[in-house]
């Protein structure tokens, strides 16, 4: 029997807020253990949470950007369970009421065809403590680390839409773009900022029923992602033509035997509306004010480049991707550099550049109008491709404009053609077979001696000019 799997996505993202979701705390999870710490996260008794503002902002910017209803009314829940890293026994979510529904986002599927993923619902929620295990020393302890207690975060749900390990990979990038473009969250897996985890189900191809799922969770990269997907897939098929039920539980991906491992039942505990957050009204002005702060998002950005700037469909895709990249391209180009010199050396060269030396387009010191700067002496025929590639990996080392460092470098392109005519004259001395082969109809010669003068030049020549003078020279 042919099987085909049924795949839904849980995502947790964590806000990038100044403070934690219903305290004044520092959202730093990072800092010494327990120094962002109050009565409030602490979960001390009696101590009253109130709502940031801040959260609820910048939760907002999520659901937009992923083009879900936020709803007039929404409220917070306690989910009741006990855990170390939940000591005071429920963790405020929203259940019952969450700040949106009603979401998609488009990806290319694996055929080349728009496919249309839907988003069931967005829920916001406060982040738990961390358990630190300590397994070195004579006896094994585990700490708790309250930082992250109280953190905000939003819970992604979607749709059972996805039918493969590739298209929850290309949902969870399509997500990260959007959510980084609103500016809510970097959405790293590496770091935990942006959690994914997988409900699986298979089902003989062609039907539409709805088997029972198992949780996949602990991948810390898209890429783990779908290794996890593909491997459980694998499994629950086996599962079943061995004639062994699948049950509800959850599953641990393990990155280094590459398999998935039993967990635990899934959790179900009840929820319970909370007395003490009040609940979330949203009026159309504010909802009017949110729409306003919405930036213009990869989509459209990748549509007006190709028509202001006459990029091909996959080269606005790319520099639109990420919102950094598109604005340093823009910026680039704002400095009067064509559009297609900018996207192609920042492709081929720039970010080749930056990858290396572990920098990103923010925190680089060379900035667009030095970049820019370079290009201008290319499309100038100041200089050549080799020697703009040689300044670029100097703007990175140096402060000195891109001027400065070709005068230093020397590199700056003789394009003066009384300058090259007595040194292709010598080239055309020291060749003669070369050029008697051109005469007899071997064209590759030609490439050869505009090397050999390119040499003799020490590679400062400009080629353009150099071919131009040889053809008329041989009477080509
Ligand atoms: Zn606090």
Redesign the pocket.
Known sequence: MEYESVIGLEIHVELNCAT?MF???PNRPGDEPNQ???????WFPGAIPKFSREALEKASMVCLGLNCQIQERSAFDQKVYYYPDLPKGFQLSQAHRPLARNGWLDITGQDGKTKKLRIHHIHMEEDVAKLVHETEGRTPISLVDFNRA?APLVEIVTEPDMRSPYDAMEFIRALRTQIRYVGSSDCSMESGTMRVDANISIRPKGTDQMNTKVEVKNMNSIRHLGDAITYEIQRQIACLQGGEPIVLHTRLWDPEKKVTTAMRGKFSGPCVPDPAVAQILVSQAWLNEMQARLPEMPAQKADRFIRQFGLTREEAVMMSAERDLSEYVEAVINHGIKPKTATHWLATQFLPALRERRQTIVDTTVKPDRFAGLLSMLERDEINANAAREVLNQLFERDDSPAELVEKAGVRQISDASALEGLIEKVLVANVSAVADFRNGVSKAMGFLIGQAMQASGGKANPKLIREILTKKLGA
């Not at 962002?36 to 602490?42: A, D, E, R, V």
Request: glycine letters at 8%; a neutral charge; proline letters at 8%.
């Open positions: 934690k305290c004044d705390c962002n710490t109050c009565p409030i996260c602490l109280g």
